[in-house]
Structure formats: C-alpha cells, structure tokens
C-alpha cells in the first residue's frame, strides 16, 4: 500500500514558476523504488490528463506536448519523492495536480496508476 500527499500547489502569475512535490508514505524504500510515478491534472469540467511520468529508476521521463519545455518531472528515491517543476505557466495549465504511482504501468493512462493522492490546486492568473 502506498499513500501519496502533494504540497507545492498556489496561485501564481502567468509566466511564473511553482514546484510540486509528492511524498510517498506507508511503502518501504524498496516498495517505492519499484513504483512509476506519474503527474496529472484536471480542471474543472475536464476529464484528468496526463503531465508527465518517470519509470522506477528515475532514468526516463514522458512529458505531455503541454508540459514540453517547460516542466521537468524528477525523483529523489532516497527520500520517497517525486516532483514536477512548473515554469513558464499559462492560466490553461490552471488545475488540481494530482500525483499517481503504479508498480507495472509507467505511461500517460491514468486509468491504470493504482494509487492516487488528494491532489493540490495550481491556479495561474493572467
């Protein structure tokens, strides 16, 4: 069982920047070492889309065509952690930012990441 908590979410300025970050609780290092971790966000009235994953050992990265140049997703599995780094935003990118992690699946279906957090709010002001 994995339990995830996001932090970082606020409201910023077009062209700002924020950090998320997602903390893995309830797994041992090595249960988390085995898990891929994704970012996906939904806005109101929208279905959840993907943002951005990194496999288990932190050596390959997927970003949406949205997040391209400007967000970067990272782990640190000596602390239980993943962050997506947010710059250059744009009100479209106003939404809740929710962490996911699954042991098998590595890729944008949010459909199969089993475990989820409770999402955090990033809200960016034109």
């Known amino acids: 069982q994995v339990q995830l908590v996001e932090s970082g979410g606020g409201l910023v300025q077009a062209g700002g920047s924020l950090r998320l970050s997602c903390a893995a609780s309830g797994a041992s290092g090595r249960t988390f070492r085995n898990h891929a971790l994704g970012w996906f966000r939904q806005a109101p009235g929208k279905e959840r889309e993907f943002v951005a994953a990194v496999n288990w050992g932190g050596d390959r990265t997927v970003l949406a065509d949205s997040a391209k140049g400007r967000f970067a997703i990272s782990r640190d599995n000596a602390k239980n952690t993943v962050s997506l780094e947010m710059n250059s935003l744009k009100p479209e990118d106003t939404a809740v930012y929710y962490c996911?992690?699954?042991?098998?699946?590595?890729?944008?279906?949010?459909?199969?990441?089993?475990?989820w957090g409770q999402g955090t709010q990033v809200t960016v002001s034109s």
């Open positions: 996911a992690a699954d042991r098998g699946y590595d890729g944008i279906d949010p459909r199969r990441y089993q475990y």
